[in-house]
């Protein structure tokens, strides 16, 4: 564990050393590792623990029975998921987590927080407000989220998750963390319509794309 790493993250930011260690000890820190494919929670179940990813990265996916898949959101290093099912006891989780690549993960038992024996802890009180934090900033997720599937058609999606990640990285020309079925899914739309839409794009001067590096032109859409 790169407890460095650990302890720069949002969920401890503000703690001493001591109380680190303390929250790590509390929490019964411990990693796992999974290979790509692995579903690390499943839809039906419930948890305590919510998980950091220390290397890779991990999908939260809406599976329905008839096997169409959505992509919520993609959790990189440093990211964390499924707090909000860790503090509510016994919720179902409503989707699947699943590696998007070899990944390690650090899972932290955030269901104990519900114990009063931690109510006078200094780092349980930082820890529900660093949580606070995340939370507020997993329902930004979300909300963009929405403003990418709003649009009809298949090019107004494309634009608005394109223009959404070129204001976030401060460039017309940027790398996205998904691959051409990923964005598919997440967007809501058939795989074979985005690459299509992509190549009139790109003929009509819109953009510029190569793998998952794109770069948005000024030509009108």
Avoid at 120 to 127: D, I, N, Q, R, V
Wanted: with cysteine; hydrophobic share 45%.
């Amino acid at each position: 564990m790169d407890a460095q790493m650990l302890h720069s993250t949002q969920l401890f930011a503000g703690m001493r050393e001591d109380e680190f260690q303390s929250a790590l000890s509390a929490l019964r820190a411990g990693e796992k590792e999974y290979k790509k494919g692995a579903v690390l929670l499943r839809a039906g179940s419930s948890t305590q623990r919510m998980g950091l990813v220390l290397k890779g990265s991990v999908t939260v996916e809406s599976n329905d029975v008839w096997g169409n898949r959505t992509i919520l959101s993609l959790i990189g290093e440093g990211q964390f998921f499924a707090e909000t099912y860790a503090l509510l006891d016994g919720e179902p989780l409503l989707v699947d987590v699943t590696a998007n690549e070899n990944c390690r993960i650090l899972f932290l038992w955030i269901g104990g927080l519900r114990a009063l024996s931690f109510a006078g802890e200094p780092w349980a009180a930082k820890l529900v407000a660093n949580l606070l934090v995340i939370s507020a900033q997993k329902n930004l997720a979300l909300s963009g989220r929405s403003f990418h599937i709003s649009p009809k058609t298949v090019r107004g999606r494309v634009m608005a998750y394109l223009n959404s990640v070129s204001l976030l990285k401060g460039s017309r020309q940027f790398d996205i963390p998904f691959d051409r079925q990923q964005l598919a899914d997440y967007l809501n739309v058939e795989r074979t319509a985005l690459s299509k839409e992509l190549g009139r794009m790109q003929r009509d001067g819109v953009l510029t794309v190569r793998k998952n590096h794109f770069a948005i032109r000024l030509s009108a859409p």
